[in-house]
């Protein structure tokens, strides 16, 4: 809870981004879910027992809220559609819908009475198992749905660095994909324990192993989120109603392109800025982006990360023959930014790391 709300004060400091702006919003309903528990946990509802649901509603809204906030951080898109949000908003109706007995039919003292199975009314206690269970299912519907956006909003994300960019580690994202499988599973859990402990049945860990691994996985996403930089809008590609729809090159103009590709890459050396990007190959060679990404796509069969980052690996080979400058020092003349990205880059397309290369490179001598 602490690291939540220092979290939250310190997202307050930042500048009005949208990005900032769902991070608080999801921020604040993760200090409400865990308040929630916190107050059943500790006991607390006994002084008020009236309160003992109440994050119910809010607690729906956790896998949207990650949603929003994956949408301003990668969509090129600048505002989230009436549709989604009124999807997400239909999850807390339903909720509510759902605890009108449990409010209105139950008092406070008979909440704090069905606490215990020694005291509890048999058929208000099935209003509750039913409230708990069907608002459980519910969280599991709606953050399977858009933690499954989510997913495939940061894959578009992805896709799309590759096509414009040949340096792609500082915009990719890549922590988000692990996050939402980390929450997802932690969420899961949550709703099993929850639901099992609704019916009456515990089991040794039961409020104890999932607490820690809520810890662990707010810690990493508050880490991640908070280091995470504003992209501009150039860096998360181009608005659905922007992307080109068709081929519209003859195979004669693909040729002409692609010919001009491999004279900039081979005989100007583009490929060793470390910057590259699509609209600065556009600028030098004298083509739209659209025709270089098509001919990328439907003549060389690659993509812009790809079709550089080759040229630069093939600059990297013949350094590592040649010369006895350490591998990160080659990593960076040949254009790329980080060692980590090199070795991966040069692996994938090699067939073992940069040092294995140059060992057996010496062997053969």
């Known amino acids: 809870m602490g690291m939540t709300i220092f979290a939250l004060l310190e997202v307050f400091n930042r500048p009005k981004e949208r990005q900032n702006l769902f991070l608080k919003g999801l921020l604040l309903l993760l200090i409400i879910h865990l308040g929630g528990e916190l107050f059943i946990y500790s006991g607390a509802y006994v002084y008020a027992p009236g309160l003992a649901g109440a994050q119910f509603p809010f607690r729906v809204l956790l896998g949207p809220a990650l949603y929003f906030y994956a949408h301003a951080t990668m969509s090129p898109d600048k505002a989230i559609s009436k549709g989604g949000w009124a999807l997400a908003l239909s999850g807390p109706m339903l909720v509510l819908l759902a605890m009108i007995p449990f409010i209105f039919m139950i008092s406070p003292a008979e909440k704090l009475a069905l ?8 058929e208000l206690w099935k209003i509750a198992v039913f409230t708990c269970l069907f608002t459980t299912l519910v969280f599991i519907s ?4 858009f933690l499954v956006m989510a997913f495939k909003l940061h894959n578009n994300h992805q896709q799309q660095l590759l096509e414009r960019f040949s340096d792609i580690e500082q915009r990719s994202l890549a922590w988000f994909t692990p996050i939402l499988v980390i929450w997802g599973a932690v969420w ?3 709703a099993v324990e929850f639901s099992l402990g609704a019916l009456g049945w515990f089991w040794f860990g039961s409020g104890k192993l999932l607490p820690i691994l809520e810890v662990f996985a707010l810690a990493i996403f508050i880490q991640k989120a908070l280091s995470q930089k504003v ?4 860096e998360k590609g181009l608005p659905r109603a922007s992307q080109p729809r068709a081929a519209l090159l003859s195979a004669d103009k693909m040729q ?3 010919t001009k590709l491999e004279r900039a890459m081979i005989d100007d050396k583009l490929f060793l ?10 600028e030098s060679i004298s083509e739209t982006e659209n025709h270089i ?3 990328l796509s439907q003549f060389l069969h690659t993509k812009f990360f790809q079709f550089v980052n080759g040229f630069r690996i093939e600059e990297a080979k013949r350094a590592l023959q040649d010369s006895d400058k350490l591998i990160t020092s080659i990593a960076f003349d040949v254009g790329f930014n980080s060692k980590s990205t090199f070795n991966t ?10 040092s294995a290369y140059r060992n057996s490179l010496l062997d053969n001598k």
């Open 115 to 122: 606490a215990n199975p020694l005291t509890r009314d048999p």
């Open 142 to 145: 709606f953050t399977l749905l």
């Open 188 to 190: 899961l859990m949550y």
């Open 231 to 234: 992209l501009n809008q150039s």
């Open 256 to 258: 002409l392109i692609a």
């Open 273 to 282: 800025q470390d910057n590259l990007s699509l609209n600065k190959l556009s």
């Open 293 to 295: 990404s098509e001919t």
């Open 345 to 354: 880059a040069f692996k994938k397309i090699v067939g073992n790391s940069p």
